[in-house]
C-alpha cells in the first residue's frame, strides 16, 4: 500500500505563488512515476503536470505549461508542484498520485492517490 499526503495548499491572489507537496510512504517511491491533477467544480479531473520515475522526463497541460514545474526528491520521496503567475482559473483541489512504471500519462494508469488539497486564487 502507498500512501499519500500533500500540503502547501491555501488562498493566494492573482498572479501570487504556491508551493505544493506530496509525501509518499508505504513503497519504494522511485519505481512510481508521478503526476499532480486537479479538479475544478463542475469540471472533470484534470492531469496537470506528470514526471518519470527516474530521468524526470516532465509533461506540462497546456493551460499551465510556462507558470508550473514539477519535480521529485527521491531521497525524500517527496514530490513538488511549484505554481507561479496564478490566476482565478487554476481554482481547484489538487491531488497527487502515484503510478506502478517509467510515466503515465492516462487518469487510469494512476494507482494511489492523495486526499487533495484546495488552491484558491483570488481576483
Known amino acids: 500500500q502507498v500512501q499519500l499526503v500533500e500540503s502547501g495548499g491555501g488562498l493566494v491572489q492573482d498572479g501570487g505563488s504556491l508551493r505544493l507537496s506530496c509525501a509518499v510512504s508505504?513503497?519504494?517511491?522511485?519505481?512510481?512515476?508521478m503526476g499532480w491533477f486537479r479538479q475544478a467544480p463542475g469540471l472533470e479531473r484534470e492531469l496537470v503536470a506528470r514526471i518519470s520515475r527516474s530521468d524526470g522526463t516532465t509533461y506540462y497541460a497546456d493551460s499551465v505549461k510556462g507558470r508550473f514545474t514539477i519535480s521529485r526528491d527521491n531521497a525524500k520521496n517527496t514530490v513538488y508542484l511549484q505554481m507561479n503567475s496564478l490566476k482565478p482559473e487554476d481554482t481547484a483541489v489538487y491531488y497527487c498520485?502515484?503510478?506502478?512504471?517509467?510515466?503515465?500519462?492516462?487518469?487510469?494508469?494512476?494507482?494511489?492517490w492523495g486526499q487533495g488539497t484546495q488552491v484558491t486564487v483570488s481576483s
Open positions: 498520485a502515484a503510478a506502478p512504471g517509467y510515466s503515465a500519462g492516462y487518469y487510469y494508469q494512476y494507482e494511489y
Open positions: 508505504g513503497r519504494t517511491f522511485s519505481r512510481y512515476a
